[in-house]
């Protein structure tokens, strides 16, 4: 009976324990964790690009990128959050233009002819205009039958010595992208 009394009164305390809510403990939030997000994740020619990439390459860091398709024209545009200008743009046409039509009727005058880029590629800088600074860019024809572009749009007051040098750094870019992947 003393037994069978104790498993009684051992019941009856356990379960009285467990009847009770504890009130909840109030945690305090995380705080949002900045996630970064690839310029590839925009689409289009954009899936060609890689912030990481296109910084070790000219030195630009960028953390927003749009692209469009038109046809047979895959464009993407990158920028900083904080700034329109600088800008990166990257256009890929597909064409059936050769070499020498590429030399007539896409090579701008007083471009630099570059190498191992393509089958044939320029490098050129523009003139700033009233809304912008002085702009890069680079041109190739690609192997595969697709002509791509590179121009980076300096912010008004930059010297154009400087964006000489960024069309240097966009040859160096421009070698790492494989216009096949669209």
């Known amino acids: 009976m003393r037994a069978r009394t104790w ?6 305390l356990l379960t009285a324990g467990c009847a009770r809510e504890v009130p909840p403990v109030a945690a305090p939030a995380a705080e949002p964790r ?10 289009g020619a954009c899936r060609l690009l890689d912030f990481a990439v296109i910084a070790r390459h000219t030195g630009g860091t ?3 990128a749009a692209a469009v398709d038109k046809g047979d024209t895959h464009t993407c545009v990158v920028r900083t959050e904080q700034a329109v200008l600088p800008e990166l743009t990257l256009t890929v046409t597909d064409t059936s233009i050769d070499t020498s039509s590429f030399t007539v009727d ?14 044939i590629a ?17 041109g190739w024809l690609a192997s ?14 930059t010297a154009t010595a400087e964006v000489d040098k960024v069309a240097g750094k966009l040859v160096t870019l421009a070698k790492v992208i494989d216009t096949r992947q669209l």
């Open 34 to 43: 900045a996630v970064e997000v690839s310029a590839a994740s925009s689409g």
């Open 7 to 12: 498993l009684a009164a051992s019941a009856v």
């Open 122 to 138: 320029y490098r050129h800088t523009l003139p700033k205009t009233a809304k912008v600074g002085p702009t890069a860019e680079v």
């Open 144 to 157: 595969e039958g697709r002509l791509a572009t590179l121009r980076w749009t300096s912010p008004r007051g």
């Open 62 to 64: 960028f953390d927003v």
């Open 106 to 119: 896409v090579l701008p005058r007083g471009a630099k002819k570059v190498t191992k880029l393509g089958k």
